[in-house]
Nanobody, 124 residues
Framework: QVQLVESGGGLVQAGGSLRLSCAASGLTFSRCVMGWFRQAPGKEREFVATISWNGGRTSYTDSVKGRFAISRDNAKNTVSLQMNSLKPEDTAVYFC?????????????????WGQGTQVTVSS
C-alpha cells in the first residue's frame, strides 16, 4: 500500500530553520506531483507548497514565499521542505501529500495520499 512518512519536525526558535522530509513507497513516485500542507490547532488544513513530477515547477502559498523551498529526489522517492526564517505562525502539523498527476497541487481535495504528519513548533 501507499505510504508517505514524514520526518524532521521539532521545536525551534523564531528565526530558525528546519528541514522536513517525506519518504514515499507503494506508488510511482516520478508520476506524482508532491506537496506539503499544514494544519494548526482549530484551523483547516492549508496548502503550503507543491512541486511537479520532475521538479521543474514549484508553487508556494504567499505566507512562505522566500522562506520555504520544496525539492524532490525521484531516485530516492523523497520530497523535502526547507523552512528558513521560521515564525510562530508557522506552528502546525505538516503533512506530505501526493497526487497522481503531472500538474501541481492547489487544494487538499486534489490529494490522493497523505502522510501521518509531523509537528513543527516555533517559539517566540
Amino acid at each position: 500500500q501507499v505510504q508517505l512518512v514524514e520526518s524532521g519536525g521539532g521545536l525551534v526558535q523564531a528565526g530558525g530553520s528546519l528541514r522536513l522530509s517525506c519518504a514515499a513507497s507503494g506508488l510511482t513516485f516520478s508520476r506524482c506531483v508532491m506537496g506539503w500542507f499544514r494544519q494548526a490547532p482549530g484551523k483547516e488544513r492549508e496548502f503550503v507548497a507543491t512541486i511537479s513530477w520532475n521538479g521543474g515547477r514549484t508553487s508556494y502559498t504567499d505566507s512562505v514565499k522566500g522562506r520555504f523551498a520544496i525539492s524532490r529526489d525521484n531516485a530516492k522517492n523523497t520530497v523535502s521542505l526547507q523552512m528558513n526564517s521560521l515564525k510562530p505562525e508557522d506552528t502546525a502539523v505538516y503533512f506530505c501529500a501526493a497526487e497522481s498527476s503531472f500538474g501541481l497541487i492547489s487544494s487538499a481535495r486534489e490529494v490522493d495520499y497523505w502522510g501521518q504528519g509531523t509537528q513543527v513548533t516555533v517559539s517566540s
